[in-house]
């Protein structure tokens, strides 16, 4: 009975395509990120702020851009890393070379390449899906490494291919503590969330999962294929470039080009196979729950539980419940996290009532 | 209202379609007057479905033309079809699975919303006016075909006959001035087929939309149509109204013979 729609009918359209229709939902929502602006800045540890909270942020944000092209448009891409890399070593060389470029320009400078880029390796999309789409980001996923690792300019020839993110400030302002780059992180991530859920509710989301549903179908109502899939491939690489800039600058501070590899890659596409294809909110549960996974089962290994398994076993475990949660996710339940959610709310919706 | 039929629409002529070495359409002509509706029949394989692909431009054929609305060329593609208003429903329902009832619908009026992708992402001024403009539009259409309470229910749990309903919602949504309909009541039951019967006549008298439709049921072909294109293994074998056709000692033969 917590979740009850009886009652809340919509007077109009307008209310009815809200992004929370319910109001539960709406307050919920509310006091979350009340919580992530207000609580967390001044509660949480800086540990917690730097390794945690900002890395959380930044995953979701590249889950979701990979989330908008696979999850909704269908595409299926191995390039998340190399996306993310572009953007990072593009803000990086924009902010470097223009003197007095603003941070937040920079930014999204490096957004828009990586945006190009990710145009340009969607472009086999037009003529194959599925696994050979997936080989062909893949080649993208190397090739984009290599470059950035090969020519030494990219990262100002540094000696060993390692940039480092120069001094973020806006407007006067620096942000220098763990806690003023928590912040950043999570204006730009929440912005971009919420056009993304825009985007989703709106024609534009729509002609992208129609694509993934039944492209001679979407084609037939006029939906040019061409178009759809690439402004996906763009829009989806912009937000993994922003998450690669912010993965630099407000993440870690020094990255190199082999940090953006293929293993990246699978893991934001674990994060969006587990949270959920095809939802925003996955998107946030997937990096959460994957990054938060190893800090949990640490904490499980120094309680009286984790004294009964063998050091073998214990020191492997985490690779072990991934593989046992992603195999169960893609045969049990293909819409991850969000959809136990949502069963969950379904089920609080009739309690205490079964019927 | 009374139904007016008026010019010829689309014209068809010597439309030759072949797979490989597989013929399915064989030199074939005929016509589709402006609100009137076109009944195509013919055995399994007679080539009805490639005759509507060729129509909106999901094939090409090796041969003919194709007039529409004065225009003439020699291959359509879907996107420009759909641009001068020809809509569609498939012989397997070809909704999209993963999207709601209404968000299918919605996207029939794709090629009506103006707004680009950054209006989108900020669901701003305009951006929200539009989606609450067909919204309303499309609201229409589901009170017309009474689907009113699945409206938020995902397609792919719908069962069959509804499916087929919602196709022809996201098909009406384009304001289609010819709409092609794919065997639209395949596998349904009676009560199921007298509602798809009754839309559809709705459709072509209130809305004054153009049909062409192939059918098996030749009761429902005879009680409807205006006239009838009789198919069989990718020729034209008659072509006339329903009286003239089922009285066809080569059309009795071909197809009514067979299994009626
Ligand atoms: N895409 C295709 N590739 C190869 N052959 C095809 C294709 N589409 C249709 N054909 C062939 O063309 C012929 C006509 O098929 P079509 O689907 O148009 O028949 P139909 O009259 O719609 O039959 P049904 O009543 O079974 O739906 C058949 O022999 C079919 O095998
Ligand atoms: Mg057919």
Redesign the pocket.
């Known amino acids: 009975m917590i979740y009850r729609e009886a009652g809340q009918f919509k007077a109009s359209y307008e209310a009815d395509q809200q992004i929370f229709p319910i109001k539960q939902d709406r307050i919920v929502m509310a006091a979350l990120v009340a919580a992530a602006f207000l609580v967390a800045p001044w509660a949480a540890s800086e540990y917690w702020l730097q390794a945690v909270l900002t890395p959380v942020l930044v995953f979701a944000l590249a889950a979701l851009g990979l989330n908008l092209l696979t999850g909704y448009a269908g595409q299926l891409s191995l390039g998340t890393g190399a996306f993310m890399a572009v953007g990072a070593y593009a803000t990086y060389n924009f902010l470097l070379r223009l003197d007095g470029l603003p941070f937040l320009v920079g930014l999204v400078l490096g957004g828009l390449s990586a945006a190009a880029v990710g145009v340009v390796f969607g472009l086999p999309s037009l003529r194959i899906k599925g696994f050979y789409l997936a080989m062909a980001t893949l080649a993208a996923q190397f090739f984009i490494v290599w470059a950035l690792t090969k020519f030494p300019w990219f990262s100002n020839y540094s000696s060993s291919g390692i940039i480092t993110a120069q001094r973020i400030e806006i407007l006067g302002f620096a942000f220098d503590t763990p806690a003023r780059k928590y912040l950043l992180t999570l204006v730009i991530v929440s912005l971009l969330a919420l056009a993304a859920k825009n985007l989703a509710r709106t024609n534009t989301g729509r002609s992208w999962m129609a694509v993934r549903d039944m492209d001679v179908a979407a084609e037939v109502i006029g939906i040019p294929l061409m178009k759809t899939k690439l402004l996906a491939f763009a829009v989806s690489s912009f937000y993994c470039g922003i998450a690669g800039g912010l993965y630099a600058y407000t993440y870690l501070g020094t990255v190199e080009a082999d940090g953006f590899g293929l293993d990246l890659s699978f893991k934001i596409l674990f994060m969006i196979i587990i949270g959920g294809m095809g939802s925003v909110l996955g998107a946030f549960l997937g990096a959460a729950f994957i990054l938060l996974l190893p800090v949990g089962l640490n904490v499980l290994m120094h309680t009286s539980v984790g004294a009964l398994v063998p050091a073998t076993l214990a020191s492997n475990l985490e690779l072990i419940v991934f593989g046992v949660l992603i195999i169960f996710f893609l045969i049990v339940e293909p819409h991850g996290l969000t959809r136990l959610w949502q069963i969950g709310k379904e089920k609080l919706r009739l309690w205490p009532f079964p019927h | 209202m009374a139904r007016v039929i008026g010019d010829v629409i689309l014209d068809l002529q010597n439309i030759s379609?072949s797979?490989?070495g597989?013929?399915?359409?064989t030199n074939i002509s005929f016509d589709v007057r402006e609100g009137e509706i076109r009944a195509?029949i013919?055995?399994?394989?007679?080539?009805?479905?490639?005759?509507?692909?060729v129509i909106n431009g999901v094939?090409h054929p090796q041969q003919g033309r194709i007039v529409f609305r004065g225009q003439e060329r020699r291959r359509m593609n879907p996107h420009e079809a759909a641009a001068q208003g020809i809509a569609r429903t498939f012989?397997n329902i070809a909704l999209f699975k993963g999207m709601t009832v209404l968000d299918n619908i919605m996207t029939g009026r794709n090629l009506m919303m103006r707004r680009n992708f950054l209006w989108n992402a900020l669901y701003w001024g305009p951006s929200r006016r539009e989606e609450i403009a067909h919204r309303k539009r499309v609201e229409e259409i589901i009170d017309f075909l009474e689907i009113q309470n699945i409206r938020k229910t995902p397609v792919g749990r719908l069962p069959y006959g509804l499916q087929k309903r919602v196709e022809l919602a996201r098909a009406l949504a384009a304001e289609p001035s010819l709409l092609l309909l794919?065997?639209p009541m395949a596998g349904m039951n009676v009560e199921e087929k007298q509602d798809m019967c009754r839309f559809i006549l709705d459709v072509n008298e209130q809305l004054g939309t153009t049909i062409v439709l192939?059918e098996?049921d030749m009761g429902v072909v005879m009680d409807i149509s205006d006239r009838v294109v009789v198919?069989d293994y990718?020729r034209k074998i008659g072509d006339g109204p329903p009286d003239e056709v089922r009285n066809d000692p080569v059309v009795i033969e071909a197809y009514l013979g067979a299994g009626h």
């Open positions: 379609l797979f490989g597989v013929k399915a359409l195509i013919g055995p399994n394989g007679a080539g009805k479905s490639s005759m509507l692909n094939y012989q794919d065997e192939i098996h198919l990718g």
